[in-house]
């Protein structure tokens, strides 16, 4: 164990009693500051004169008179030092006993709490969550100064061994709901828990499967609490920001910070917004591709005139056309994303001038074909939580749209609506508030009411109706 | 898939009242020409009066029981449910082979001539299949979403039509024929293929009240007018010499220059004649006791199928498979008659 590790470190010393005695400090190079372990652990032990006692009593002696740290753990097993020692603790072993001290001692580098960009707000906190585990728990805490607030300890990984941190309200969360996640957490048989996405797999209900992810994720504190108290459950994953929330329902996707922080006619507003951009970002293309193929007549005169004046012009078929610049939009997406910063300005420029005004200007490409691409692109960053099903489905749509039309979106549409209404997230309907359809939780889905209104009741997630194992099942 | 929650009657009627729209949807209807506007509408309610008298049987044994009559049958007559199942999977497979042609003459004729309708077919009790297997529950969700996309295009379908209304003092007169009272009424018993769903899958529904088939019932009165009313004085006589009446007042319709709304037409067809056939197959899966069974609903769906493509080269099959007569005698026993069976011999022991 640690054999042949550079970053294990022991420092040995004897405490000074009448008959000295051998004792040794082990730490993990980098996890501990070396200030702490100065100042707080080796100076009080090395200048404290001690009673001429037992190891055992010397051991007590420390943990009660001598050491500083305001954290102090006592243990026994190989197992427990090895954990404490990698969590970034001191652990403190003396000579003829068994009984073992972790010193809290971290001192390991991380990121400092600033905004997660993946989740931007105009008014409201500028926090979000960062790697440690406990630094994480603190921005919750810090919100929710309630003592029903409960985080409990469970460690997944087989090599790992990382830590997780079930979070809930005790009044609010529903106990089958933590059952159920508490057994899918240990069935986990992954070497690694690296991060939050390892472990939605495992919290998906079994026979839901779907496009759709029944498992919600947030870097932020504010949204984590927001959700806590309406009986949901999140998971504190150690070395990763994104917390992960459960149950997920559909509606969520819609939700953000900042609808709670605007007035409520312009939070409705956006909400609707954000719904008409889901669905175009997802039909458009397929539509615009079904009507240009198969059903030009449905398109206003006017338009039908300069579209298919566009469309002669370039030499491949619509559906093609559609496909490509999909698809070499989401290349260049990707490139984005992964391409260091300094050199992102050169692909948008790539993009902008080559792939689009050129394509245009040389008859490879429609500017009508362009334009909506490129709308159902731009609509697809409005809930960018959906965009993996956004565009997997904007490409199914675009191919059942050239070989079907219409026909084969609607047919399309019907399967997506089956599997999104038969999915559930622990046992909770997926697609609760519209279907099945709750008049009451309606306040927040379309329309954001105004607080008063929503103050008056908060609707917790296991009493939505046809929620399994659960007593509320009303309608 | 959630088997075991049961889901609002109130959403089941919903579903009933979208699959018993069908009927008008996908029906190349023909009402009588000579009797007049009011007269149809008599012989309309006359046929739904008489589709609502299907469902009372059922009605009894979920009100009393608070099960579906399929479950009454097999706690009742065990041993005899082997002989029932099979009427009412012959029956299942019927009507939706009786849905199924209709659209598909409805595609070929309005949508696209020169398709595959085998392939069509195909692809169409696919996705049936795959929502068969998700279960009612799934199927009563989706109808939610349908049902506002079906309100939204009657919506503007109907208003798009308003600006061609040229309603003058024929429509009160009431002028027609017993025959074609009779006729009509036939037609507008189509919907009572609903009451027999409602026996066989009522049992996974809670909070039922009678007034709810009744409430669905005038709905759907509501709704049958209202397309005969737009196609008797929007159309006029433009309509008479054509099929799918209700296809045409789609077409015809026209908000501030923008017209085609026909595709929300089309749209809703495929989507209602999916929910009755989907629908359908669950019952059958119900009625074998093997509800969810994905190899159950895969081997009825081949039996459609056949029979659809049998049809296609057979016409006497197409004639058999599509006649209203024997299509209302089959709904009439497996959803009066059978249920009232029951109801006598087994009914009042348990409840006297």
Not at chain 2, 12 to 35: G, R
Request: hydrophobic share 45%; glycine share 6%; proline share 4%.
């Amino acid at each position: 164990m640690f054999a042949d590790s550079a970053d294990f470190t022991v420092r040995e010393l004897t405490l000074s009693t009448e008959k000295p005695v051998k004792a040794a400090i082990i730490t993990i190079e980098g996890m501990c500051s070396k200030e702490v372990i100065a100042l707080s652990i080796l100076t009080p032990l090395l200048s404290y004169s001690f009673s001429d006692s037992s190891p055992d009593e010397l051991l007590s002696e420390i943990k009660t008179s001598v050491l500083t740290s305001s954290e102090i753990v006592e243990f026994n097993t190989l197992q427990e030092a090895v954990m404490f020692s990698t969590s970034g603790f001191a652990v403190l072993s003396i000579d003829g006993t068994g009984r073992m001290l972790a010193i809290g001692s971290q001192g390991f580098p991380f990121r400092s709490v600033s905004e997660p960009e993946s989740e931007v707000v105009q008014r409201g906190s500028r926090e979000g969550f960062t790697e440690p585990l406990r630094i994480n728990m603190t921005l919750i805490r810090r919100r929710m100064k309630n003592p029903d607030l409960v985080f409990e300890t469970l460690t997944v990984g087989k090599e790992s061994q990382t830590q997780l941190m079930l979070c809930y309200l005790q009044k609010s969360a529903s106990p089958e709901i933590l059952n159920k996640i508490r057994k899918r957490l240990n069935s986990c048989n992954l070497e690694a828990v690296l991060a939050s996405g390892y472990l939605s797999e495992y919290l998906e209900d079994k026979g839901s499967k779907s496009i759709f992810s029944g498992v919600g994720i947030s870097e932020r504190p504010d949204t984590v609490c927001g959700k806590l108290s309406e009986g949901r459950i999140a998971i504190l994953i150690d070395g990763t920001p994104a917390v992960i929330i459960v149950p997920h329902l559909f509606v969520e996707e819609f939700q953000s910070v900042d609808d709670y922080s605007n007035r409520p006619y312009y939070a409705t507003f956006i909400r609707i917004l954000k719904y008409l951009s889901f669905m175009i970002a997802v039909f458009l293309p397929g539509i615009y591709t079904g009507f240009a193929q198969f059903h030009p007549e449905y398109f206003p005169t006017g338009l039908l005139i300069k579209t298919s004046e566009s469309l002669s012009q370039t030499p491949l078929p619509v559906t093609l056309e559609v496909l490509l610049i999909t698809f070499v939009y989401e290349i260049m997406r990707e490139a984005g994303l992964r391409i260091p910063k300094p050199l992102g300005h050169a692909v948008s420029i790539v993009g902008a001038l080559v792939i689009g005004e050129s394509a245009v200007s040389a008859g490879i490409i429609s500017s009508s074909t362009l334009m909506v691409v490129a709308t159902a692109a731009i609509c697809s960053y409005v809930t960018s939580p959906l965009y993996p099903p956004i565009t997997v489905l904007r490409f199914i749509y675009i191919i059942v749209g050239g070989i079907f039309g219409l026909w084969g979106i609607v047919l399309a549409t019907a399967i997506v609506l089956i599997n999104m209404c038969a999915k559930t997230s622990l046992g909770v309907p997926y697609m609760s508030s519209l279907a099945p359809f709750s008049l009451r939780s309606m306040r927040d889905v379309f329309i954001r009411a105004d607080w008063k209104s929503l103050a008056k009741r908060t609707i917790r997630v296991q009493k939505f109706p046809e929620t399994e194992d659960s007593n509320a099942d009303e309608n | 898939m959630q088997t075991k929650i049961k889901f609002p009657a109130k959403r089941f009627m919903l579903l009933l009242f979208l699959c018993s729209s069908s009927v008008i949807l996908l029906q190349n209807y023909d009402l009588s020409e000579s009797s007049s506007f009011m007269y149809n509408i008599v012989s309309m309610l006359l046929g739904l009066a008489v589709s609502f008298l299907f469902f009372v049987p059922s009605i009894i044994i979920k009100r009393k029981t608070d099960l579906d009559f399929m479950s009454f049958a097999h706690i009742k007559t065990p041993s005899a449910i082997i002989f029932i199942s099979s009427f009412y999977c012959a029956y299942f497979v019927y009507t939706a082979e009786y849905f199924l042609l209709r659209y598909m003459d409805m595609f070929s004729q309005k949508l696209n001539s020169e398709a595959n309708i085998y392939a069509v077919a195909l692809f169409l009790l696919a996705v049936c299949i795959y929502a068969a297997y998700k279960g009612t529950n799934a199927i009563a969700r989706c109808s939610i979403f349908i049902f506002l996309f079906a309100l939204v295009s009657f919506i503007l379908i109907f208003t798009g039509n308003i600006s061609n209304v040229k309603a003058d003092s024929s429509v009160y007169s009431f002028e027609g024929s017993t025959d074609s009272l009779l006729n009509n009424a036939l037609f507008f018993t189509t919907p009572a293929f609903t009451a027999v769903i409602f026996a066989t899958l009522s049992g996974f529904t809670k909070n039922f009240r009678q007034r709810q088939v009744l409430f669905t019932t005038g709905f759907l009165a509501l709704l049958f007018g209202l397309i005969m009313f737009f196609v008797a004085f929007a159309l006029g006589k433009y309509s008479t010499a054509q099929s799918y009446q209700g296809f045409l007042l789609s077409k015809s319709a026209h908000i501030g220059g923008v017209n085609g709304f026909d595709s929300l037409y089309l749209s809703l067809s495929v989507l209602i004649v999916l929910l009755v056939i989907s629908l359908l197959l669950t019952c059958i899966g119900k009625s074998v006791g093997k509800s969810g069974s994905l190899s159950t609903v895969v081997v009825f769906t081949a039996i459609i199928y056949v029979l659809f493509i049998c049809s296609g080269y057979f016409n006497s099959v197409k004639k058999i498979l599509t006649d209203e007569y024997i299509f209302v005698f089959f709904t009439l026993t497996a959803s009066v008659v059978i249920p009232s069976v029951y109801l006598i011999v087994f009914g009042r022991k348990d409840y006297d």
